[in-house]
């Protein structure tokens, strides 16, 4: 009986000592778990009034839920005296060197954060970007997905083509044309800025403002060579330049015009 009260002396102080960090804990999970579902929600506010991208908005609340619920589990385990220094040890270990086997893909990741949060191009842009040309089809969190003219498809990973140069040749709603055209010497450089001129003019899809440029750019070994330079809207780039192109040499022979071709002239000698 003896030993039942000195047990009985011994848990009440440890039970009420206990109880009360436990009640304590308890407040403090039910609060900190209300104030993170405050926190996610103004963060899903502020990403759809940003219209941040969805695949991002999901990753970025998952993430933020999860790093905010961890350290406030950690933070109760602590108030019940709990040690957490080797066990956050632990995880840091654990984090670096996962870290350093993922790195490259870690690379990609924080790649594609960057082009979903500044946005350098969008998915139907036209771009040039590691050696290939083509239209986005998908922005993925650790890649890009392209489709060619001649619809192939190809894959980028993010972190070089967000580190790297890039060209977005539809970031303007106008783009400039320009040629090279080369008549014969001996043939009439007025005439054929006339005609060049002309054949601008009849395309209404070349704009006038600003106006076309015409000029005599190079006497080159075999040919006088004209600059040609005019503006369209975007959609009409390679249409318009692919119709010059052969209305140029439509119209060029029934003028009188000449367009050079490489050639070798030998003359032979009798000895």
């Known amino acids: 009986m003896g030993e039942i009260n000195k047990y009985t002396q011994d848990l009440i102080p440890m039970v009420l000592m206990y109880g009360q960090k436990l009640i304590l804990v308890i407040i403090v999970l039910l609060i900190g778990l209300w104030v993170i579902n405050m926190v996610m929600k103004g963060l899903t506010k502020a990403m759809n009034k940003n219209e941040l991208d969805a695949s991002l908005s999901l990753f970025l609340k998952s993430l933020t839920g999860t790093l905010l619920k961890a350290m406030l589990f950690i933070s109760a385990a602590g108030m019940m005296g709990i040690e957490m220094t080797s066990f956050i040890a632990i995880l840091g270990a654990a984090g670096l060197a996962v870290g350093m086997a993922l790195s490259g893909t870690l690379q990609n990741f924080a790649g594609g954060v960057m082009i979903l949060l500044f946005k350098p191009f969008k998915v139907g842009d036209v771009i040039d970007a590691q050696g290939y040309v083509g239209s986005v089809n998908q922005i993925q969190i650790f890649n890009t997905i392209l489709k060619t003219p001649d619809n192939k498809t190809i894959i980028i990973p993010n972190g070089g083509l967000s580190t790297g140069s890039m060209t977005n040749y539809s970031t303007e709603p106008r783009r400039r044309v320009d040629w090279t055209v080369g008549i ?13 001129r002309n054949l601008l003019d009849d395309d209404k899809r070349i704009l006038q403002d600003p106006e076309p440029f015409i000029a005599v750019s190079a006497l080159a070994d075999s040919s006088v060579n004209f600059t040609v330079r005019v503006w369209v809207e975007a959609a009409d780039y390679w249409s318009v330049f692919f119709s010059f192109n052969e209305n140029v040499y439509k119209t060029f022979g029934n003028e ?7 050639q070798m002239d030998v003359h032979v000698h009798n000895t």
Do not use: S
């Open 256 to 262: 009188g015009l000449n367009i050079p071709f490489p």
């Open 184 to 196: 014969a010497y001996g043939d009439d450089v007025e005439k054929a800025k006339t005609v060049i």
